[in-house]
C-alpha cells in the first residue's frame, strides 16, 4: 500500500511513520520545511517499506486543483491527515489549513480512482450534540473548549470532519446503487493529547468518558490497526483506558461502532450541496 500522510513531520505523523513502513507499505510525508526532511527520512531506518518526502505548503492549498497536484504526486490507496496550523498565524490561517485545506484533500480523494481508504485525525470534542453516552459535566467541558478555549480550531476540525461524514454518506449509497467503489472513511477523535509513552491501553469508539488525554503515540498505533483492515470507518472517539489496543480495535471493527450518533448526517449532506 501507498500512503500519503499530510502533516509528515507532526507529532503524531512521526510516530506513525514507522509502524506503517513495518507493514512494507510506502509512505509519502508531505512537509513544508526542507529542514525537517533528514527527520522524516531517518524513520525508514531498519524498516521494509519505502519513504519519501514530498514538498509541499498546505498554504497553498486553495482548491481541489491544488489538493489533487498533491494526490497526484505521491498516487496514493490511503490518505491520512495529521496535519493543522497549530495555533501558528491566528484563527485565518487554523480555517485555511484545518477546515478549508482538509476539505480540498478530503474531496480531491474522494474524487481519486485509487483511493480506497482516508483517515482523518481530529478531537474528540468536534460535535454538535450531546451524545448518550457522555456525562453533562464532560459535555460541559467540551463545550467550554468549543466556545471559549479554542473557537477557531473546534469549528474549523467540525467543518472537516462533517464534510468527510457527508461524502462518505454520499459515496456509500453510490456503492449500494453500484455506481462506486467503497471507500473507508476514518474519523479518529482522541481527547487531549500528551507526549507520555504509549501504554496501548485506550478508551475506544463511544467512550466511557467524554474528556481525558491520550498518548500520542497510542493514536499513532490505534490510526495505524485501523488502517491495516478493511472494516473500519465512521467516528471513532479516543482516549486513554485500560483496554488493550488490539483488542479494542477488534471490538470496534467487529460491532460497526460509530460515534457520530447522534448528529444529523443527513443535514450534513444537504449542507454542503451533495
Known amino acids: 500500500m501507498n500512503v500519503l500522510l499530510l502533516g509528515g513531520h507532526g507529532k503524531i505523523a512521526l510516530r506513525l511513520i514507522p509502524l506503517l513502513l513495518a507493514r512494507s507499505w510506502s509512505v509519502t510525508a508531505v512537509i513544508r520545511n ?9 524513520l ?23 489538493a489533487k497536484r498533491i494526490l497526484d504526486a505521491a498516487n496514493p490507496d490511503y490518505v491520512v491527515w ?43 470534542g468536534s460535535r454538535r450534540t450531546q451524545p448518550s453516552w457522555m456525562s453533562d459535566a464532560d459535555w460541559a467541558r467540551i463545550q467550554d473548549v468549543f466556545n471559549r478555549v479554542l473557537p477557531a480550531y473546534a469549528q474549523a476540525k467540525l ?10 454518506a454520499v459515496r456509500a449509497k453510490d456503492v449500494a446503487a453500484g455506481k462506486a467503489t467503497p471507500l473507508q472513511a476514518i474519523n479518529l477523535r482522541p481527547g487531549t493529547l500528551t507526549d507520555e509513552e504509549a501504554t496501548r491501553k485506550v478508551d475506544l469508539g463511544r467512550t466511557t468518558r467524554g474528556y481525558g488525554t491520550v498518548s500520542r503515540g ?54 454542503f450541496g451533495l
Not at 526542507?34 to 531517518?42: C, Q
Not at 495529521?82 to 485565518?92: C, E, L, S
Not at 467543518?159 to 462518505?168: F, I, K, Q, R, S
Open 34 to 42: 526542507p529542514e525537517h526532511k533528514p527527520d522524516i527520512l531517518s
Open 44 to 66: 525508514a531506518n531498519n524498516h521494509p517499506g519505502k519513504l519519501s518526502v514530498l514538498l509541499s505548503s498546505l498554504d497553498e492549498v486553495r482548491s481541489d486543483a491544488d
Open 82 to 124: 495529521a496535519a493543522g496550523a497549530g495555533g501558528k498565524g491566528g484563527p485565518a490561517r487554523t480555517q485555511a489549513i484545518d477546515s478549508d485545506a482538509a476539505k480540498h484533500i478530503l474531496a480531491a480523494s474522494f474524487a481519486s480512482p485509487r483511493v480506497s481508504k482516508i483517515l482523518l485525525i481530529s478531537w474528540i
Open 159 to 168: 467543518e472537516a470532519d462533517e464534510y468527510m461524514t457527508a461524502l462518505a
Open 218 to 271: 497510542d493514536v499513532a498505533i490505534v490510526a495505524d490497526l485501523l488502517l491495516a483492515r478493511g472494516d473500519t470507518a465512521g467516528w471513532v472517539d479516543l482516549l486513554g483506558g485500560e483496554e488493550d489496543v488490539e483488542g479494542a480495535v477488534e471490538r470496534v471493527a467487529r460491532g460497526g461502532v460509530d460515534a457520530v450518533e447522534g448528529e444529523d448526517v443527513e443535514g450534513m449532506v444537504k449542507r
